[in-house]
């Protein structure tokens, strides 16, 4: 008799480290100093946080009491709804849910929607935690793309072939990342159509909701929010990694809007999966009010820098003809265009050996083809510059 594996299949995960990955920690290992442009994480890019405000806000006696509250508690849901006022929506607390992050709220979202072996449709190309995150949940994830002529549009073509019997979801992130693309008004008007006509929730991740590029005005893009969103069942996401640029706060919420009925018995049942958790801590939630007031001063900074590094990066694009970079209106990532005459990944490798640069090849975020490099638009200004004067060096040397 054969025995079953003592592992769920779903774990079975190609754990060997890719090529990319193992250069990448050969360098670390050497010593060698790295001009990262793939750094991300806003706590280590030089920005100045409030500290005292920050920490203070963690030591808030009401957290020696608990009180368990299966949506969070009502005062970090009004920060929340504070925060949607501001930029434009109306938000009822009483639809809004707290996770420890965002990652936690697309968990919730599947446990919701999807029976094993469902689809949740995924624009590609996007963030790739996404598998995993669908995996773990046994979710099957359905790309369809997103196609780029002078800015990036849904294939709508393609995404209607792609909706069928399984198909539960349709996931967007608005702005993109790493492609930067709002969703435009003439998209959304299709995308509700489609989810209500094959009774498919909407869910939109906003997490780079605000960081839009001063200036940019493509047509017909929504840049608010979807939180009021109305003619199909919605849910957005989204938290203080971004919004706040305090990723290691783990906090990130569910806003849950479309037809009334709809959105009760969703509100109910996902209220059943977070009361079996009750996931934030109490100092957390009581902080939430100052974290999420913290965005006033950092998003500027952070606007600012990725605004900065992009006038550089364009300045250092013009003085050579190689490499381009495609359009974006917001995020925190550029995509390059170079000459497809190798793998993404080899190219990626060999800026790293030659150059000591670091860049995520394209291919990292499932881009149609060889031919991309994605770099952040965070690091600070010096890094950057010189990273990007490396980079195009050696691709127009090849
Ligand atoms: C599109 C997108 N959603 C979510 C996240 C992570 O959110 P959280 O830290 O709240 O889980 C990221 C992080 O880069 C992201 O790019």
């Not at 959105?263 to 996902?270: H, L, N, S, T």
Request: with cysteine; charged share 20%.
């Amino acid at each position: 008799m054969s025995r079953r594996a003592i592992f769920a299949a779903r774990t079975n995960w190609t754990l060997e480290e890719n090529a990319y990955t193992r250069a990448l920690r050969r360098h670390r290992q050497s010593g060698r100093k790295i001009l990262d442009l793939t750094a991300s994480n806003p706590t280590t890019c030089g920005f100045h946080y409030d500290e005292s405000a920050i920490l203070g806000a963690l030591q808030n006696a009401a957290a020696l009491h608990y009180d368990p509250q299966s949506k969070g508690l009502l005062s970090a849901r009004a920060a929340v709804v504070e925060y949607y006022r501001e930029i434009g929506a109306q938000v009822d607390p009483e639809r809004l849910i707290l996770t420890t992050g965002t990652s936690e709220a697309y968990s919730f979202l599947f446990r919701l929607v999807c029976e094993p072996r469902d689809e949740v449709l995924v624009a590609h190309p996007s963030y790739p935690l996404f598998d995993f995150l669908a995996s773990i949940h046994d979710v099957k994830l359905r790309p369809f793309p997103l196609v780029y002529d002078h800015g990036w549009q849904i294939d709508f073509s393609e995404l209607e072939k792609c909706v069928g019997a399984w198909t539960r979801a349709i996931l967007l992130v608005h702005p993109n990342n790493p492609t930067g693309n709002f969703v435009s008004a003439a998209e959304a008007e299709k995308l509700n159509a489609l989810c209500a006509q094959h009774s498919l929730a909407l869910v939109v991740d906003e997490v780079f909701l605000d960081y839009r590029l001063p200036g940019r005005e493509t047509r017909g893009a929504i840049h608010g929010t979807f939180a009021r969103n109305s003619a199909a069942l919605t849910f957005v996401l989204s938290g203080l990694s971004k919004i706040s640029a305090l990723p290691q706060m783990k906090v990130g919420w569910i806003a849950a809007s479309g037809p009334e009925n709809l959105v009760r018995d969703a509100v109910a049942r996902i209220e059943v999966i977070a009361d079996t958790y009750l996931s934030l801590s109490a100092p957390i939630q009581h902080a939430v009010p100052t974290l999420l007031a913290q965005r006033k001063t950092l998003q500027p900074r952070l606007i600012s820098r990725v605004a900065s590094n992009l006038r550089n990066l364009d300045a250092q694009l013009a003085n050579q003809s190689l490499v381009s970079r495609l359009e974006l209106d917001g995020g925190w990532y550029a995509v390059l265009r170079v000459p497809a005459v190798q793998s993404d990944e080899d190219l990626a490798i060999e800026l790293l050996d030659r150059c000591s640069v670091a860049v995520h090849p394209g291919h990292f975020y499932e881009f149609s083809g060889e031919g991309f490099l994605v770099v952040s638009l965070l690091p600070p200004s010096g890094q950057f510059e010189e990273g990007a004067r490396r980079l195009l060096a050696h691709v127009n040397a090849r």
